[in-house]
């Protein structure tokens, strides 16, 4: 718990609740400081009917901060490292305080904040006061003052035999169920000597069309993170003929029985219903109905016979290179972490069907319409993609990301992001719009 300071630390109430909302688990950051602390109370909820206000965190774009941010926040971060202060990332953000329950009114969007993330008891009310009036003194210097600065505590996170199956359409009972063993993109991974450590997802296929001999060929690798398949990130790999191989494997054995575990409980619910639909039908029509058939049943028995072998049944392919993890990699001051893997042709080809995503049964066909195009002016113009596969067709450029064409409700610019994660599955969020500057627990800084 964040002590109150001299220097208008928070309370304890505001502490705790000033973020709420802001992540779908109701696990909030913890705010240590805000430098408007004055001029703008946290109203604590009072009345028959009270409530915490809820904020939803959104990119910034079109304030003034954009235009001085490639310069304010180098210094912004320098500063900050000066202090020695052990900080997680350092990142532009607002936030949008909607309305209470029952009010239809618009709700109103903050000024444009930089979002301090420090570890957890490292950083004092009292020594972000001074940070904080430190940082206002170098964007006045710009011109700009109405930029607030905020502290939060924040842990960094680094997330990390058969055929494949094929795809199934969201009418299918096992659609959801069979995704960590089919051929599109979001495949669980792990290498042998990184399963107990780290584990991801494939990003991306690529086709080699020319070997290094301009030889055609007709080889496809599969694109994850460095960090995911190498366990020493700070040398570059490159697998030679004749090496032993680091195989790539379908899922841990943590996501494999998390996968099993899911189509056991998918088995029970449709049991759960078919009993219930079958009494209902016996109502309806005065006679017996057959029971609908078991098709998870099926899948597990399936899955369990020709997957559960880690060596024989999920090499997917090997690690054929890896770049060392890098930062400023070309004066961007990005980090560069990526790994390639030659894809078993045997294991993908007959299901092979290029970069599409699944987008799962987690949201409707509906809700991700909503969560993709949040306009809220009538129907939008693009279509849901058929059988629920998101083909991946390009990649955003710079200028598409610092000024996007897409505006939001409440009228602001907007860029909507999707991730297929491992642990997560898909879920849905908005472009930060600026760049943050980011040290992970090791004390490697980089922007992303």
């Known amino acids: 718990m964040t002590a109150v300071s001299e220097h208008g630390g928070p309370s304890a109430f505001e502490s705790t609740s000033y973020y709420n909302g802001i992540t779908e688990d109701g696990d909030h950051p913890i705010l240590v400081y805000r430098s408007d602390h004055l001029t703008t109370p946290f109203p604590r909820p009072v009345g028959r009917f009270a409530s915490l206000a809820v904020k939803t965190l959104r990119g910034v774009f079109d304030t003034s901060l954009n235009d001085v941010w490639e310069t304010v926040g180098p210094q912004v971060r320098d500063l900050i490292k000066a ?21 239809e009114a618009k709700g109103s969007l903050g000024p444009p904040v930089i979002w ?42 680094q997330m990390t035999g058969p055929a494949l199956m094929r795809h199934v359409g969201s009418g299918n009972a096992t659609h959801h169920v069979r995704r960590f063993v089919t051929a599109l993109l979001g495949v669980p991974l792990a290498t042998e000597e990184m399963e107990e450590d780290a584990q991801g997802t494939l990003t991306l296929y690529f086709h080699e069309n020319k070997d290094k001999h301009g030889n055609p060929s007709d080889r496809v690798y599969g694109v994850s993170n460095c960090h995911v398949l190498r366990k020493n990130t700070k040398v570059d790999y490159e697998h030679k003929g004749g090496a032993q191989r680091d195989y790539v494997r379908v899922c841990g054995m943590r996501r ?31 006679k017996e109905e057959p029971e609908p058939g078991g098709r998870e049943g099926a899948l597990h028995d399936e899955v369990r016979k020709d997957w559960s072998n880690t060596k024989l049944d999920r090499n997917i392919g090997y690690v054929q290179h890896a770049d060392a993890i890098k930062v400023d990699e070309g004066g961007t001051g990005y980090t ?51 059988g629920r596969k998101l083909r991946i067709k390009c990649c955003a450029t710079m200028e598409e990301l610092a000024h996007p064409t897409e505006f939001d409700s409440e009228g602001q610019r907007c860029l909507i992001v999707s991730k297929d994660g491992n642990s997560t599955d898909l879920t849905v969020g908005r472009y930060a719009g600026l760049v943050s500057f980011v040290e992970n627990e090791v004390g490697v800084e980089s922007e992303s």
């Open 116 to 157: 301090v993330g420090v570890y957890p008891g490292s950083t004092s009310p009292a020594t972000a006061h001074d940070v904080s009036h430190e940082i206002l003194a170098i964007l006045l210097k710009h011109e700009v003052d109405d930029v607030v600065v905020e502290w939060r505590e924040a842990v960094p996170q």
């Open 336 to 386: 560069i972490d990526w790994a390639a893997f030659l894809v078993d042709e045997a294991k993908v080809k007959g299901q092979f069907e290029g970069n599409v995503v699944d987008l799962g049964s987690k949201f409707s066909s509906q809700e991700l319409t909503t969560l993709f195009y949040p306009v809220g002016t009538g129907p939008t113009t693009s279509k849901f993609p058929e």
């Open 83 to 103: 202090r020695k202060i052990h900080q997680t990332s350092i990142d532009p953000a607002r936030f949008l305080t909607h309305r209470p329950p029952g009010d």
């Open 256 to 286: 494999f029985q998390r996968g099993l575990d899911e189509i056991t409980k998918a088995i029970a619910d449709h049991g759960v219903l078919a009993d219930l639909w079958a009494r209902e039908i016996v109502k309806l029509q005065a």
